[in-house]
RNA sequence: GCCCCGUUGGUCUAGCGGCCUAGGACGCCACCCUUUCAAGGUGGAGAUCACGGGUUCGAAUCCCGUACGGGGCACCA
C-alpha cells in the first residue's frame, strides 16, 4: 500500500507555502493509489521551536481539505507522530549502528569543531569535514562506557571511504554523489535529540512510508538516507524530489521577499481551492491543457512523472486571477456564504446576511478576492465620509439630482427608473453646462456623492438596494468641504 | 570553492527527431461593449527554444562542452 507524508517542522509561524505545495503531492499521491496520507512532526530542533506553530499547522492543513490518516492529533498504529516522542527509538537505533560499526561516539567539543573546520578551511579542504578524532582515540568499548557514564557525546554516521552512492529519483533518474565528499553527519545529538537525518530514515522506515514525497532541497542529503537505510538493512523507499517554489528574483521562495505562511492567502481571501489549483500547476500541467480543475479531477488524471524539475516562480498576479475564477464561477448562495464567512473569521464582521445577498450580483464580475469585496461596497454599510472627488463645483447639480430622485414614488424605486430619471435630467440640462459636464462626469459626481468612492459596482443597482430615502438623504449630506485630502482626491 | 539539479516570451507551461515559420494561460497593449471599475469579445506586441560544438537527410527535442540560475555543503530542518 502506498504511504507518504508529510514532515513539517513547527519552526515558522504557520506552515509555509512551500510545504503545503509538498503535502498537496503527497496526499493527491496518496489518494490516486488508494493509500494514506501522514503526517509527522519534526520538532527535533528544540533551539527552533515556536510556540503554537504545530498547531497553527496542522489548523492551516485542515483548512485546505488535506485531511491525514495519521498525524500528532489523530493517532494512527504507528505512533507516536511527533519526533519529540520517539527519543528512545532513535537512541535505540543510533545505538544498533554502533554496535554494527556503521556509526561512533564523538566526544569533541562544538570549540574544536569549530577550530578544525577553520583549519581546513584555511587549508583549502571544501568541505570541511569532521577528522574522525574520536573514532581513532577511543575503541568502541571505551567509547561506549564513556557514554554510558553520562558523558556527553554525539553519534556520528560513519561515511565509507572512496566509493560512490547513488539512488533513483522517480523524476530526475539516478543521481551519484561520492562518499569523500560526505561528512560523518551527527546522528544523535548531545541532547538526545536525533538530527533530522536518522529520524527521518527511522521514521519513514517504522512509520512504512513508501514514497518519500519532499522538496529538491533534500537532494544532497539523499545519499546519508541511502546509507542508514543500508546500514539498517532495510529496504529503500521511492525518493521523489519536488522543484522549489521561487521568488520573482528565482532565489528559494522566502519570507523576505513574498509572504510565504499558508494562512496569509486565506487572510488576503484568497480560496483554499484556487491556492490548490495553482500549485498544481506549479511544475505540472494538465495533459488537456487545463488551467482549472477540482482537486477531484487531479486526483485523477496527476501524474508524478509530469513534474518538472525547474523551481517555478510563485505568481501571485495568476494566483489572484485564477482566485477570481473560482468567485465568479460560485453559486451566489455560496459566493454569499463565503463572504460572510470570511469577513467573520478574519475581520470579525458581522455583515448582514440579507444585504450582503442583494449586492452579489452587482460584485461577482468584480472580486477577485473576497477581501475585495469590502473595497467595492462598504458604502453599503456606512455613509461615505470621504469623497474621493471634491464635488463643490456640482452643488447645483446634486441639488437637481435629489429633486429629481424624490419624485421617483417609493414604489417605482428600480435600478431602470432611477437609470432613466437621471438620464432624463441630464438631458434636460441647459447647453452650457452640458458642454462642461460630460454625461460620464454627470454620472461620476452622482457615484461619488451617493458611494463617495469613483470605483463601485453599477450604480442604478446600487442605489436601488441602498433605497429611495437613503439615497436621497445621501445627497442631502454631502460635504463638500474635501479638496484637502490629499490621498483621497490623489487615488487612481 | 566543492557537489548535485536545472535552462522554451516578463511569469506558469505544451513539446518527448519531421505536424514548430514553437501552441496555451497569466500579465501587458489596442479596439469593441460600457454611467466608474470589472467581466466578456476581438486583435496585437513579446522566444534567434541560454550559448557553442557534434549525431542525423532532419533537433527545442539525442550527446558533449561552456555560460548562467538554483539547491546543498551544521550537534537546522
Redesign the pocket.
Same mark, same amino acid.
Given at each position: 500500500m502506498v504511504r507518504t507524508r508529510l514532515?513539517?517542522?513547527p519552526?515558522g509561524e504557520d506552515l509555509h507555502i512551500g510545504n503545503l505545495y509538498t503535502a498537496l503531492i503527497n496526499w493527491v499521491f496518496a489518494k490516486q493509489n488508494n493509500g494514506k496520507f501522514i503526517v509527522r512532526i519534526?520538532?527535533?530542533?528544540r533551539?527552533?521551536l515556536i510556540e503554537g506553530a504545530e498547531e497553527r499547522i496542522l489548523k492551516t492543513l485542515k483548512e485546505f481539505g488535506l485531511e491525514y490518516d495519521e498525524g500528532p492529533d489523530v493517532g494512527g498504529p504507528y505512533g507516536p507522530y511527533r %519526533?519529540s516522542e520517539r527519543l528512545e527509538i532513535y537512541k535505540k537505533h543510533a545505538l544498533e549502528l554502533v554496535e554494527k560499526g556503521y556509526a561512533y561516539f564523538?566526544?569533541?567539543?562544538?570549540e574544536r569543531?569549530q577550530k578544525i573546520?577553520k583549519e581546513q578551511q584555511k587549508k583549502?579542504i571544501?568541505?570541511?569535514?569532521?577528522d574522525r578524532y574520536c573514532l581513532k582515540r577511543y575503541s568502541k568499548q571505551e567509547a561506549l562506557e564513556k557514554f554510558e557514564k553520562g558523558e556527553?557525546?554525539?553519534i556520528?554516521l560513519k561515511i565509507p571511504e572512496k566509493s560512490e552512492i547513488s539512488f533513483v529519483?522517480e523524476?530526475?533518474?539516478?543521481?551519484?554523489?561520492?562518499s569523500d565528499?560526505?561528512?560523518d %553527519?551527527?546522528l544523535l545529538?548531545?541532547?538526545g535529540?536525533?538530527?533530522?537525518?536518522l529520524?527521518?530514515v527511522v521514521d519513514d522506515y517504522l512509520m512504512k512510508i513508501t514514497h518519500v514525497i519532499r522538496?529538491?532541497?533534500?537532494?544532497?542529503?539523499t545519499p546519508k538516507h541511502v546509507l542508514l537505510y543500508t546500514a539498517f538493512g532495510w529496504e529503500l523507499p521511492k525518493f521523489i524530489?519536488l522543484?522549489?517554489l521561487?521568488n520573482?528574483?528565482?532565489?528559494?521562495l522566502?519570507k523576505r521577499k513574498n509572504p510565504v505562511w499558508a494562512s496569509w492567502y486565506l487572510k488576503e481571501g484568497f480560496l483554499p481551492e484556487a491556492i490548490l489549483n495553482y500549485l498544481a500547476?506549479?511544475?505540472?500541467?494538465h495533459?488537456e491543457?487545463k488551467?482549472k480543475f477540482s482537486i477531484e479531477e487531479l486526483v485523477k488524471i496527476f501524474d508524478i512523472k509530469?513534474i518538472?524539475?525547474?523551481?517555478?516562480?510563485?505568481?501571485v %498576479?495568476?494566483?489572484?486571477?485564477?482566485n477570481?475564477?473560482y468567485l465568479?464561477e460560485a453559486k451566489s448562495e455560496k459566493l454569499k456564504a463565503k463572504i460572510l464567512e470570511y469577513y467573520k473569521k478574519y475581520h470579525d464582521l458581522d455583515l448582514p446576511e440579507e444585504l450582503v445577498e442583494k449586492t452579489i450580483p452587482?460584485i461577482r464580475?468584480?472580486?477577485?478576492k473576497l477581501s475585495d469585496y469590502m473595497f467595492?461596497c462598504k458604502f453599503f454599510f456606512e455613509r461615505p465620509k470621504k469623497y474621493q472627488m471634491d464635488l463643490s463645483p456640482f452643488k447645483d447639480l446634486i441639488e437637481k439630482m435629489k429633486s429629481a430622485l424624490e419624485k421617483i414614488p417609493e414604489h417605482e424605486w428600480k435600478a431602470e427608473k432611477?437609470?432613466?430619471v437621471?438620464?432624463k435630467l441630464y438631458e434636460s440640462l441647459p447647453e452650457e453646462v452640458k458642454n462642461n459636464v460630460s454625461?460620464?462626469k454627470?454620472?461620476?459626481v452622482?457615484?461619488v456623492a451617493i458611494t463617495g468612492?469613483?470605483?463601485?459596482?453599477?450604480?442604478?443597482e446600487s442605489m436601488e438596494i441602498l433605497g429611495r430615502e437613503e439615497c436621497i438623504e445621501r445627497l442631502e449630506n454631502v460635504k463638500f468641504q474635501m479638496t484637502n485630502d490629499k490621498s483621497m482626491t490623489k487615488s487612481k
Open positions: 514532515a513539517p517542522s519552526t519534526e520538532d527535533t530542533d533551539k527552533r %519526533q564523538c566526544f569533541c567539543s562544538p569543531l573546520r583549502g571544501i568541505p570541511p569535514k569532521y556527553k557525546a554525539v556520528r529519483d523524476i530526475r533518474g539516478k543521481i551519484t554523489f561520492k565528499l560526505i561528512d %553527519q551527527v545529538k548531545s541532547d535529540f536525533p538530527t533530522y537525518h529520524a527521518v522538496a529538491e532541497e533534500w537532494i544532497s542529503s524530489h522543484p522549489i521561487r520573482p528574483d528565482k532565489s528559494k522566502s500547476l506549479m511544475g505540472w500541467s495533459p491543457g488551467e509530469r518538472k524539475t525547474v523551481g517555478p516562480v510563485f505568481d %498576479q495568476k494566483l489572484e486571477w485564477l477570481g475564477e465568479r452587482l464580475e468584480r472580486v477577485k467595492y432611477i437609470g432613466e437621471m438620464v454625461r460620464s454627470f454620472f461620476m452622482l457615484r468612492q469613483k470605483i463601485t459596482p453599477p450604480l442604478n
